[in-house]
C-alpha cells in the first residue's frame, strides 16, 4: 500500500516571500498522479496542482510549483509572492495509476500560516 | 462550471440513530469516492463506486452502507451512530477510475450528540 508523509505539522511565512512544503511517499508503482489540494477554514478540498509520474518536466500553476524528484520519492510544493489567502491546511496526495487502488491518499497536512 | 454537490451540509444527530448523505457527482463523471476526515485529521478513504459498482473499499465501518445510482448520484448510509462518527464526508468524483484528479464537494459535516 502507498503512503504518503508530510513531515511538518506547521509552516508560516511572510506575505509576498517563498515557502516550500515538503511531501515524501512510498510506492512500488512506476507510474502515479500526485496532487496538492488546499483546504482553508470553509473545508472545501481545492487541487492547486497535479504531476504525473511520468512527466519530468515539474508542474507550474501561476505562484505555485513542485519540485517533483521521483527517485527520491518526493514531491515538494512552492508558493512564491504568498498571499494572505493561501493560508489554509495543505494535503498531499497519491493516486494510483492503475485500477486498483484509484482512490486518493493524503498525508497528514501541512498547516500554513501567512503573516502580513 | 458545475460542482459536486453534496447534501445535507450540517447534520446533527443522536447516538444510535440512523443518518444517509447524499452526493451528486459533476456532470458526465461516473466515478463517485467517499472519505471521512476527522477533527485535525487527513481525509480517509472510505468507498468508491464506478459506473454504479464498488471500485474500491476503504476503512469503513460495517455499519455504513453505500451505493450508486443509475444517474450516478451516491448515497451513504449510516446506521447506529456512535459519536466517533462526527467528521466531515467528503464526496468526491472523476470521470472513469484513472484519469486526473478527484473533485470534492464542500463536505458533510455530521455531528453525533
Known amino acids: 500500500a502507498q503512503t504518503v508523509t508530510q513531515s511538518q505539522p506547521e509552516m508560516s511565512v511572510q506575505e509576498a516571500e517563498t515557502v516550500t512544503l515538503s511531501c515524501t511517499y512510498d510506492t512500488s508503482e512506476s507510474d502515479y498522479y500526485l496532487f496538492w489540494y488546499k483546504q482553508p477554514p470553509s473545508r472545501q478540498m481545492i487541487l492547486v496542482i497535479r504531476?504525473?509520474?511520468?512527466?519530468?518536466q515539474n508542474a507550474t500553476e501561476n505562484r505555485f510549483s513542485v519540485n517533483f524528484q521521483k527517485a527520491a520519492k518526493s514531491f515538494s510544493l512552492k508558493i512564491s509572492d504568498s498571499q494572505l489567502g493561501d493560508a489554509a491546511m495543505y494535503f498531499c496526495?497519491?493516486?494510483?495509476?492503475?485500477?486498483?487502488?484509484?482512490?486518493?491518499?493524503f498525508g497528514g497536512g501541512t498547516r500554513l500560516m501567512v503573516k502580513p | 462550471a458545475a460542482g459536486v454537490i453534496q447534501s445535507p451540509r450540517h447534520l446533527i444527530k443522536e447516538k444510535r440513530e440512523t443518518a444517509t448523505l447524499k452526493c451528486y457527482p459533476i456532470p458526465r463523471h461516473d466515478t463517485v469516492y467517499w472519505y471521512q476526515q476527522g477533527p485535525g485529521q487527513d481525509p480517509q478513504f472510505l468507498i468508491s463506486?464506478?459506473?454504479?459498482?464498488?471500485?474500491d473499499k476503504g476503512s469503513i465501518p460495517d455499519r455504513f452502507s453505500a451505493q450508486q445510482f443509475s444517474d450516478y448520484h451516491s448515497e451513504l448510509n449510516m446506521s447506529s451512530l456512535e459519536l466517533g462518527d462526527s467528521a466531515l464526508y467528503f464526496c468526491?468524483?472523476?470521470?472513469?477510475?484513472?484519469?486526473?484528479?478527484?473533485?470534492f464537494g464542500e463536505g458533510s459535516r455530521l455531528t453525533v450528540l
Open positions: 496526495a497519491y493516486r494510483s495509476f492503475d485500477n486498483a487502488g484509484n482512490m486518493l491518499t
Open positions: 468526491a468524483s472523476s470521470l472513469g477510475l484513472m484519469l486526473g484528479e478527484l473533485f
Open positions: 463506486f464506478y459506473e454504479k459498482m464498488q471500485s
Open positions: 504531476q504525473e509520474a511520468y512527466k519530468q
